[in-house]
């Protein structure tokens, strides 16, 4: 990367956990309380990437592939066994209570607010916590509340927000104390679709604005598309793709899908150059490369047999992407 | 300390917010040790006294470790349901902050209904040291203070102590109940009534000795001695906390490197 001041660095990272296994059944289980087996899984292996100050980078990978013990082990949560991290100067393990103060950190799925009070209250505790002086946490509120539209939310206690303000807030509170770091763990899991949109819209401009190096971990691929301009992709432990999105779009080409409504009676018509993904009453899906075959061409075929319709081409979906990375390397 | 005050006051709006259960727990915390004081009433109704102890003397060893245990109860239920802050992962949480893993786990809980034991602890105090002569003096109230401070201390230890395991197994251990329950129930009574054993082990492993039964023996003039010695004693209880917080500090140590 041109712009990698290695802000992060990470070298060898490798953790391994131990895990009690047990068998089925109730004398295995009356076995595994006096000893127990162990397997040793291998939650990290030899994970080496730098980031630089400014990069949006999302973190990908399938469930249990070790997204999240990395971002514990980058936030200082969890001691790696071997290799070494280097942020802003900080091994995050050893310097976890000077290095924290430099981080902000966002879990979807756990809040950091307190449930029965107001959002107000939280953001004040969390200033006495942080030790986050005056006139640095009035200007961090007035931004925040403006840039996230928090005015009328932060008075209200947190059990009363919808998810999507839920969300706003925990980003709010995340930022407090002028983060120069902000990992995101799933930050629009099970959101709307315009809190999505809001959540991303702020991620870009705290970027742009702020300067803040954003790191994210998300299953939502436009989450992706939408805001990292880098991906890291792990699976099994290992690091199995860093690059950017484009390149990765180049990789897999730059195939599209045509979804084609019909009237009228047939059986499925097979268009040499497309791929069928789907034939079924009123309607056909087809897979094609536009530099091989035209839309054209595949509609008057279509027309020969049936009555089109309606047509909608969409460009080949980052999922879809992801999904045969995925395949490539066996996770 | 300022940190953990504002904890307790978030906490207290919180609970404010559920007024009626509040004062509806309050009162059952209230009766539940009325319940067993009731039982020590009747008890000395019929033998009159317990191995030259009398009823307001036990009461009041009773109402020590009964205040002790309800301001625990209040202030260090943080590590009394620290299993469910492992369990849910919140403790991760914790470790992104940067203050102590230890100060901050206080403040995640306070239990405020406690303060219906502590009143009802509070009035057996008071009417036993009003029913026993001889106890309004300066240095005699003071060490009292001490004792119900220092309890305060132990029984947070074993809080500590119980949490810690939480690190090795989620589940939160029931045996720590038979140190924090069984310990009040024990050091309610002065401990002379119990085998040696028994009284040994609540003064030296778990030093509620040094907190009810021993100093009491000074401040009842059971025992001629200096008055410095029930005001030092106590402070033997606390001493008990330091071990409590290395083997916590070893748990925090284990969880981050094994991250279960």
Redesign the interface.
Known sequence: MSRNNGMIRLEGIGKS??VATRTAGLKEAAKALFARKHTVVEALKDISFSIGEGEVVGYIGPNGAGKS?TI?VM?????PDDGSCSIMGYTP?KD???Y??H?G?V?GQ?S?L????PVL??F??LR????IPEAQYKANISMLTEMLALETIVQM?VRQLSLGQRMRCEIAASLLHSPKLLFLDEPTIGLDAVSKLAVRSFIKKLNKEQGVTVILTTHDMSDIEALASRILMIGKGSLLYDGSLEELKGRFGSGKTVTVDYRGESGPIEIPGAAMLEWSAERAVYSFDPEQLTLAEIVSRLSAFVEVVDIEVVAKDIDEMIVRLYEEHKI | MRLYFKYMSIHLKSQMQYRTSFFLMSFGQFFIPFMVFGGLYLMFERFGQLKGWSFFEVALCFSVIHLSFSLSECFARGFDAFSSLVGKGDFDRLLVRPRSAALQVLGSKFEFTRIGRLLQSGIVFIWSVSNLPGLWTFPKLLALLFMVFNGLLIFTGIFILAATFCFWTIQALEVANVFTDGGREMAQYPLNIYEKGVTRFFTFIIPFGCVSYLPLMYILDKREGDMLLPLLMPFGGALFLIPCLLIWRIGVKHYRSTGS
């Open positions: 956990f131990k013990t514990k936030s200082g949560i969890l001691v393990w976890r209570a000077e924290v103060k981080i950190v879990f756990r950091q307190w449930w029965d009070v209250d939280s004040e505790l006495d916590i942080y030790k206690p």
